[in-house]
């Protein structure tokens, strides 16, 4: 007779093991309905949701920790290269110069010396490095708005709006060294050029929040959520300088709002709309995006932990079913990671997610183009003939 403590050890097996150190019932209960195993942080586990700080203590030098091939984890070890505000704008800047030099089509400017397609983030310089730029710039629009965030801050902490340079003053040149004052006597913070003219949906600003996954970088492999939400101000919008001190009026954090008279705890303020690549990670971002009132979209920041609080029954559910579906596509069938999987879900898999990028897919294409056009045939999208531009037709992105 098999003695029942060897069936249990037999049945947990195969049974993936969690740890958490983000205690939110979306993610627990989602554990929970897979039948998977809670076990402590310094047992034998598979897959481990981290807070964006355990996991600079996982890929630290110090710490000299190495995952096996049966171990993942939710955030890449540099996420912060795209969710921390000042490095996400100087790998955009640094992406736009290498598609000038490669002469892209994606780099194109208008008779302004705007770019046509990568204008997406507002004029943003670092300080206190790039003080003096930020004055030059100030300058050409005295009457502009500028938004100042700590680079290293979350949730609308440590924001406030300026019109005027005397309002940062502590960043310019000591009058009597004339020295400027080191990046390391002073928080980095990044500002950038108010949207002042914002979509306005009753009156009141807001701002999209959607969710991207990335389940490797090389080869990139993303897929974005259909289902997302709009956080709205609880005060009604206006571009007065009188009430640039008002956080109600400006920061759509929810953070922010939740302590305002007027937030609506029933909605919460939102509206429910229809890298450093390594095998053991994947990566769920957050994307906040303002639309302003020509429906041009900027985009704002990413988010390398998206709140998981559930604000109200709504968000509850939006965000179990964010966890839910990328579960499945993280950890297809539930089954104990291996790191040396393809990492393609089947479509069935995907739930709200749609392929948004798919690398190996877009080079597979490319050669096939190639082949097409050495034999004569025309090559076009979706079998439509291309124009006559001299410019490669992009196929891949949705």
């Known amino acids: 007779m098999v003695h029942w403590r060897w069936v249990v050890c037999w049945i947990m097996a195969g049974k993936v093991k969690w740890v958490t150190d983000i205690e939110k019932s979306v993610l627990i209960n989602n554990f929970e309905k897979r039948g998977w195993i809670q076990v402590a942080e310094n047992e034998d586990w598979n897959f481990y949701w981290m807070s964006v700080q355990t996991i600079r203590n996982v890929f630290s030098v110090e710490t000299g920790y190495r995952l096996s091939d049966d171990q993942i984890v939710n955030h890449f070890p540099n996420h912060y290269e795209l969710t921390r505000k000042d490095l996400m704008v100087k790998n955009i800047k640094r992406y736009r110069k290498e598609l000038e030099k490669e002469g892209s089509p994606l780099a194109e400017k208008d008779e302004n010396g705007k770019y046509i397609y990568l204008d997406f983030v507002p004029v943003t310089f670092m300080l206190p490095a790039d003080y003096n730029l930020f004055v030059e710039e100030f300058r050409k629009n005295p009457s502009s708005t500028w938004i100042m965030k700590p680079c290293g801050k979350a949730q609308g902490k440590g924001i406030f709006l300026i019109n005027?340079?005397?309002?940062?003053?502590?960043?310019?040149?000591?009058?009597?060294?004339?020295?400027?004052?080191?990046?390391?006597?002073?928080?980095?913070?990044?500002?950038?050029?108010?949207?002042?003219?914002?979509?306005?949906?009753?009156?009141?600003?807001?701002?999209?929040?959607?969710?991207?996954?990335?389940?490797?970088?090389?080869?990139?492999?993303?897929?974005?959520?259909?289902?997302?939400?709009?956080?709205?101000?609880?005060?009604?919008?206006?571009?007065?300088?009188?009430?640039?001190?008002?956080?109600?009026?400006?920061?759509?954090?929810?953070?922010?709002?939740?302590?305002?008279?007027?937030?609506?705890?029933?909605?919460?303020?939102?509206?429910?709309?229809?890298?450093?690549?390594?095998?053991?990670?994947?990566?769920?971002?957050?994307?906040?995006?303002?639309?302003?009132?020509?429906?041009?979209?900027?985009?704002?920041?990413?988010?390398?932990?998206?709140?998981?609080?559930?604000?109200?029954?709504?968000?509850?559910?939006?965000?179990?079913?964010?966890?839910?579906?990328?579960?499945?596509?993280?950890?297809?069938?539930?089954?104990?990671?291996?790191?040396?999987?393809?990492?393609?879900?089947?479509?069935?898999?995907?739930?709200?997610?749609?392929?948004?990028?798919?690398?190996?897919?877009?080079?597979?294409?490319?050669?096939?183009?190639?082949?097409?056009?050495?034999?004569?045939?025309?090559?076009?999208?979706?079998?439509?003939?291309?124009?006559?531009?001299g410019k490669p037709v992009l196929t891949t992105w949705k």
């Open 164 to 389: 005027k340079l005397s309002q940062i003053k502590k960043w310019s040149r000591d009058s009597k060294t004339s020295s400027f004052v080191s990046q390391s006597s002073k928080e980095a913070y990044v500002i950038s050029l108010y949207i002042n003219n914002p979509l306005l949906i009753g009156g009141k600003k807001f701002d999209l929040r959607l969710y991207v996954l990335v389940s490797t970088y090389r080869p990139l492999k993303c897929y974005m959520y259909k289902l997302g939400f709009c956080r709205f101000c609880t005060v009604k919008y206006t571009p007065s300088t009188s009430e640039l001190d008002n956080m109600f009026v400006h920061l759509t954090n929810v953070a922010i709002q939740k302590h305002g008279d007027d937030y609506n705890h029933i909605h919460g303020g939102k509206w429910t709309p229809v890298m450093n690549n390594d095998k053991h990670c994947f990566e769920c971002y957050g994307y906040d995006i303002i639309i302003d009132d020509k429906l041009k979209p900027w985009l704002i920041e990413v988010n390398a932990s998206p709140s998981l609080t559930s604000s109200t029954a709504n968000d509850r559910i939006l965000k179990y079913n964010l966890i839910n579906d990328t579960l499945n596509v993280a950890v297809p069938n539930g089954e104990i990671p291996d790191c040396k999987w393809n990492k393609s879900p089947p479509k069935e898999a995907l739930g709200n997610y749609e392929i948004l990028y798919d690398e190996e897919m877009a080079q597979s294409d490319g050669a096939d183009r190639d082949l097409r056009s050495r034999s004569g045939q025309s090559i076009g999208l979706k079998g439509n003939r291309a124009r006559d531009s």
